[in-house]
């Protein structure tokens, strides 16, 4: 027998840090909120991340995963905001000024309806079928992911010697944690010319541990039927092509991927939320609105962070705003494209509502290429320059932050403005 339709004023899909943090700040607006999670324990990738680095912004001091974890769960535990795990969504209905939410879970089919979503439902690793490597698919394959809960959940070592194929931060630490556990890693092989990693991961995961580092390199194939045996690897050209002539045969029993992390969004697709081509997450504006009324995208899912404090705030912010239209109502919103220019890979948000009480924004932003000069990231609306911030140095893997205040909203005049956010060189002194 189906239950009764339970009404609430904010669902939160996903527990991770952006959804706790979503949570409580949507619990603290007086919203009725609830949050599902489909793993059977809240705390979403933090849970296998024992190692340190979280918290220096949030909390100002420095914690592992669990521990960053469990103090946003107590927070939503305290707010009395209930959290479902073991809960899959699987499909949600769109009505006027509602969400009907089907969901699977342990005692059986339940039916939700809510006046405002809040996605914040993380991001997934790519896999070796996604980067096109040759060869069978023998066991001892793995994502950096996987084997991190191999190791940290489930105390199991994926191997004795291995080869890490991308630098990306999860793969770097995932070197280095290895390497304590006694598994002989031949090195980390990376496409790019640079790592897609932090320098602290490089210099402490893998210089602090004598692990080589290739760039322009890439695994070509992967020998073995039932077990990895080895994998060829070979340099690249300038168009990312394998240059057959330097491929050498690297015996193991073991690759670890570490080749990116992709938003995961299929609700946002079945909901028709627009996506963003370059982050492949939600187009959102400056209170983590989506194009859709009503939907609102946090962290991961929206673009990948390197810092998790940016991942909670961006969740924070996505929770109040979603408590704010459930409770308050529906309003029309002004809505002014965000553009960029330069060197800029992106930023988010794409778009500034001019019409919200929400009068400042928090801001993130990465870079294509390494700038190793000092740049200015000039803030633009109709020509005018409303504000002008100066990096010493920017590099891809760093995702950077700046804020547009009131003054810059007051500045937008309606109804064809636009923003443009560009990076401009500053030319070197010659005295």
């Known amino acids: 027998m189906m239950k009764p339709i339970e009404y609430v004023d904010v669902v939160v899909l996903g527990s991770g840090p952006a959804g706790l943090a979503a949570a409580f700040a949507s619990a603290k607006q007086g919203a009725n909120t609830v949050v599902l999670e489909r793993q ?239 982050t492949k997450g939600p187009v959102v504006d400056h209170v983590m609105h989506t194009m859709v009324d009503g939907v609102f995208a946090c962290g991961n899912c929206v673009h990948v962070s390197d810092l998790v404090d940016y991942v909670s705030e961006s969740g924070s912010i996505a929770g109040k705003h979603a408590a704010a239209w459930a409770i308050d109502g529906c309003a029309d919103r002004t809505l002014v494209p965000v553009s960029r220019a330069g060197n800029l890979a992106y930023v988010v948000p794409q778009m500034i509502d001019t019409s919200s009480p929400q009068r400042s924004a928090s801001c993130y932003f990465r870079v294509r290429h390494t700038i190793e000069r000092t740049t200015q990231l000039r803030i633009n609306s109709e020509g005018q320059q409303l504000d002008c911030l100066t990096f010493d140095e920017l590099y891809p893997p760093q995702m950077e932050r700046f804020a547009i205040n009131e003054t810059i909203f007051s500045s937008i005049k309606q109804p064809s403005a636009d923003i443009s956010i560009e990076l401009v060189l500053v030319e070197a002194s010659h005295d």
């Open 40 to 278: 059977e324990r809240p705390g979403g990738i933090l849970k296998q991340c024992i190692h340190d680095g979280f918290g220096n912004l949030r909390y100002n001091e420095t914690l592992t995963g669990p521990e960053y974890a469990y103090r946003e769960i107590q927070q939503v535990i305290a707010a009395l905001v209930p959290i479902r795990t073991n809960c899959f969504v699987a499909s949600v209905e769109h009505g006027e000024h509602h969400f009907l939410l089907n969901c699977i879970s342990p005692s059986g089919i339940e039916r939700i309806s809510a006046r405002a979503l809040v996605l914040a439902t993380g991001c997934r690793e790519r896999t070796d079928r996604q980067v096109f490597i040759h060869g069978d698919r023998p066991a001892g394959i793995f994502t950096a992911g996987l084997a991190q809960r191999l190791i940290n959940i489930d105390g199991l070592i994926p191997g004795n010697r291995a080869v890490i194929l991308g630098s990306g931060d999860i793969g770097l630490i995932m070197a280095r944690r290895l390497s304590i556990e006694g598994v002989q890693v031949e090195g980390v092989h990376e496409i790019r010319h640079e790592s897609s990693g932090l320098k602290r991961n490089i210099q402490q995961c893998l210089e602090d541990f004598d692990i080589p580092l290739y760039v322009q390199s890439t695994v070509t194939s992967v020998v073995g039927s039932q077990r990895v045996k080895a994998v060829h690897v070979a340099a690249v050209d300038v168009k990312n092509m394998p240059i057959m002539s330097t491929e050498q045969y690297i015996p193991c029993d073991t690759l670890i991927l570490s080749v990116g992390l992709i938003p995961e969004n299929e609700l946002a697709h079945s909901l028709d939320v627009p996506i963003d081509p370059v």
